[in-house]
Structures are given as C-alpha cells and as structure tokens.
C-alpha cells in the first residue's frame, strides 16, 4: 500500500479536475473512489489528493519535479493554462506555477 498523498486539492468538480490533472498536467490517477468523491494521483514523485468540496485559495501547494520547466510553461500556456512566470534561482532551480480551473496552485520544479 502506497502512502496518501502529500497534498490535497478541494475541487467543485471532481471528474473535470482529473481530466485535467491527467491530460493537461500529465499527472497519472492512482485511485479514485466515486462514492466519497475523490481520486489519488502522482507525478515526478509527488502524490496529490482530488476531493470534492470548495477550493482552499490558501492551500498547501504540491511541488512537481520536471524535465524542463520552460517546455511545460510553453506547452500549458498553448493549453490555455493559465500559467506564472519562469522563476530562477541562478544555478540551483527554476520554479513555475500552474493553477488548476478551481484556482489550487501546483508548482513544477527543475534543478539545474
């Protein structure tokens, strides 16, 4: 049994928020439990949770490992994603936000 998720997501619409965390965030679904509306999935060693509910603009923010943070940032924002700027720390990190249709913050990291 794999551990639950390192952060989890309020979303007012359950399916539609792992449509997009799987087609557009490339995440891949781990569980789902359609009676207590909510889903598990990871991607680049992250867990995160899907539940139904209202969004939290304050809440905790899943920190995804990525090949390439300005490839993800040029491909989300040709999706429509609404996406921050690349941030760089010199030498050490670049750091994106991508935020979700409910508005949660999801930040992709690269090392360098």
Known sequence: MSAGPNVWYHVRDLDAARRF???TLLFEETAVDFS???ARLERGGMA???AEGE???DGAVALVDVRDVKVEAE???SAGVEVGIVLEL???MRLLDVY???GNRVQ???EL
């Open 21 to 23: 965390y799987r087609e």
């Open 36 to 38: 207590k509306r909510w």
């Open 75 to 77: 491909r989300l924002r």
């Open 108 to 110: 992709l990291a690269q």
């Open 55 to 57: 969004p939290q603009p």
């Open 90 to 92: 010199t030498g050490q």
């Open 100 to 102: 979700d249709p409910d």
């Open 48 to 50: 995160i949770g899907l």
